[in-house]
């Protein structure tokens, strides 16, 4: 029996759609510039995301084409940050809204870490670009290291699960697992308890069912995820005004995977957006 995860009501004011096009005109132009100067790229990489989640707030089931372009956007500008941060010279050739585009590399940048690298990843894998999937995993973790405090050491080891997972390396399980270990409340030390059980402990977790293939529990562990993460979103009434709260980023790219790999989903909800869940708009325009 499929079960309904309800969204939670968006408190984000009567002119949410022209809300979503400013930031998409603001996307756009940030885009524009980046030939001149990639120095600003996370920038325009956190406003794509922004985009993204405005979008889903007033077209929850990705059912309009706007919603899928901001989804490539957003997916593109994570990978072109990864790719000129990964070179200190020369030039790299990045498709972004709809056009090739050459870019200066620019060399390390302080938000090139591993917290960016999971929103690139999420992004790659629900628009179902193996190959950008496959140029982030061969990161090396290294890379990703932000200056000590910044993350709790869960991070890394889950970076490194989902790396070894889709290059298919061997000790998967154990990195997986002490992940899981390293990401509990009792051990972590660095985010705050909600943050970790509401949002970032719960795609760990779900992998966990999916690298199984565990069939009888993986909806149940998604249900539990959408809840942790309305729970998160609705505990004040400042998150219940935060776009971010729209979407379940990493359940819902957890749950593409899954149901690419044929794994039964028997949980609906707008924090998974159908289209996008269900890879409706594939093949719409070149990504």
Not at 25 to 40: C, F, K, P, T
Not at 156 to 177: F, H, I, N, S
Not at 178 to 201: C, E, K, T
Not at 249 to 258: E, K, R, S, T, V
């Amino acid at each position: 029996m499929t079960v309904t995860v309800a969204r939670h009501e968006l408190s984000v004011g009567p002119d949410a759609e022209r809300f979503a096009e400013r930031l998409n005109e603001r996307v756009a132009r940030r885009i524009g510039r980046l030939q001149e100067s990639a120095n600003s790229i996370d920038f325009a990489f956190s406003t794509s995301v922004m985009a993204l989640h405005a979008r889903c707030v007033i077209d929850p089931r990705a059912a309009k084409v706007e919603t899928w372009e901001a989804t490539v956007n957003a997916m593109q500008l994570g990978s072109a940050l990864f790719a000129v941060t990964g070179a200190g010279e020369g030039t790299i050739h990045c498709r972004i809204d709809r056009k090739t585009r050459t870019l200066q590399a620019i060399g390390p940048l302080s938000s090139a870490d591993a917290g960016t690298w999971l929103t690139a990843f999420w992004l790659a894998v629900i628009c179902r670009e193996q190959q950008r999937m496959t140029e982030l995993c061969e990161i090396p973790l290294e890379r990703l290291r932000a200056p000590e405090g910044q993350y709790d050491e869960y991070i890394y080891q889950w970076v490194d699960a989902l790396q070894t997972y889709w290059m298919r390396r061997p000790g998967l399980v154990e990195k997986l697992t002490a992940a899981l270990q390293m990401s509990h409340p009792d051990v972590a030390q660095v985010a705050p308890r909600d943050l970790l059980q509401g949002v970032l402990y719960p795609p760990i977790n779900l992998f966990y069912h999916f690298v199984l293939k565990d069939e009888a529990g993986f909806s149940p562990a998604l249900e539990e995820a959408l809840k942790l993460h309305q729970m998160y979103w609705t505990l004040t009434e400042e998150r219940r005004t935060d776009i971010d709260g729209s979407i379940a980023l990493g359940p819902l790219a957890i749950a593409c995977l899954a149901y690419d790999g044929k794994l039964p989903i028997e949980v609906e909800s707008e924090y998974l957006p159908k289209h996008l869940l269900q890879h409706s708009w594939l093949g719409e325009f070149p990504t």
